[in-house]
């Protein structure tokens, strides 16, 4: 199968959306947290897991997304919701704690809510799982022919909720993917230490599903697999798992002193960085100029700077505002 162009360059200005964003985050976020690390002070407390390196995960099956069809997202979230579509400008503002964010800025980071494109996160490890299933429920009671898709980490394949999930949806035929983003770490447990299993995908013979490996962190491969995957979900011939060995270049949250892991390994891994090689490929290829490359990424960084530009500059919730909209 050939990828048409436009979705390639899609995928290429969305990545470089998505990393721009998180290392602009690094920056805004480390900001009033030094010499001494406060997790309450700076524009942005509270906890931030970031997504550099994961970027082909989001794009990979986003492109083959709708805004009717439902994204689950974990604590690691802003990938997804980039990807996803959700509004750049209040996703933002809602991780800064501005009254203009998705959720009035009382959410943060890890509770993103956008219903214009059908897109949540949460930081309960595996719980997105069983709330893009009942999307997927619904989807099909309704007679649409809408999927729904569960962003989970490794760690997350081995929670109750995991086999609950594909269980159900199995047995019910249900529009419902689950992308595991392999990144070799659950905090810092690696992989080895947590699964009895090679790889994830294997799992699916045991729901009678189809199970993907995408290995090398290659989008362009995320993209067909998932391309299979959306499509039979849109038919209704049921759920898939999909696996994509991914890396994770910063520490599990902003400040992990990552002693868990060598020195060289990031480094490493970034030599196969998937933006670098898709661009390489595009050029390669003939698909786009050198000049296209600058046009995207002039416009995705300009997408970036307006959104924190915009959260920066609201105001903060009223604090006589505090129990509205709370479950209190
Ligand atoms: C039910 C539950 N248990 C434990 C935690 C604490 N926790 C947060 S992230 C995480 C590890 C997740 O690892 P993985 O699923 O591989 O995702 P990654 O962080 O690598 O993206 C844990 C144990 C939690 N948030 N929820
Ligand atoms: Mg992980």
């Known amino acids: 199968m050939s990828i048409p162009v436009d979705h390639m360059k899609w995928m290429y200005e969305t990545m470089y959306k998505i990393r721009y964003y998180e290392e602009t985050m690094v920056q805004a976020y480390t900001e009033g947290k030094q010499p001494v690390f406060n997790i309450g002070s700076g524009p942005v407390p509270g906890e931030m897991h970031l997504a550099p390196g994961q970027e082909p995960a989001a794009v990979g099956i986003c492109a083959h997304l709708r805004p009717e069809d439902t994204v689950a997202s974990p604590h690691r979230p802003h990938h997804h919701a980039i990807a996803k579509g959700v509004d750049l400008n209040r996703m933002t503002a809602e991780i800064f704690g501005k009254v203009t964010g998705l959720g009035k800025g009382k959410g943060g980071h890890m509770h993103l809510f956008d219903p214009a494109v059908k897109f949540s ?21 309704k007679g649409k022919d809408w999927v729904a898709v569960a962003f989970i980490g490794e760690g997350a394949a081995n929670a109750g909720a995991f086999h609950e999930s594909l269980n159900l949806a199995a047995l019910w035929k249900l529009p419902f993917i689950v992308v595991i983003e392999d990144n070799s770490y659950g905090i810092s447990v690696p992989k080895k230490q947590s699964t009895a299993i090679a790889s994830n995908d294997l799992r699916a013979s045991a729901y009678g599903i189809p199970g993907y490996l995408v290995k ?7 993209y067909r697999v998932s391309e299979e995957a959306v499509s039979r979900a849109r038919r209704g011939e049921g759920p898939s798992i ?87």
């Open 216 to 222: 090398d962190n290659d989008p362009l491969e995320m």
């Open 242 to 328: 999909i696996e994509i060995e991914t890396d994770r270049y910063l520490g599990h949250f902003q400040g992990d002193p990552e002693l868990y892991r060598d020195k060289q390994e990031v480094p490493g891994l970034r030599q196969r960085d998937p933006i670098g090689r898709l661009e390489a490929k595009l050029l390669q290829e003939g698909a786009v100029s050198k000049d296209d490359i600058e046009l995207m990424q002039t416009r995705a960084k300009k997408a970036v700077d307006d959104a924190y530009t915009f959260s920066r500059e609201s105001a903060y919730p009223a604090p006589q505002d505090a129990l509205q909209d709370v479950f209190a």
């Open 121 to 141: 996160c949460g930081g309960i490890v595996a719980a997105g799982m069983p709330h893009a299933v009942g999307a997927a429920l619904a989807a099909k009671m």
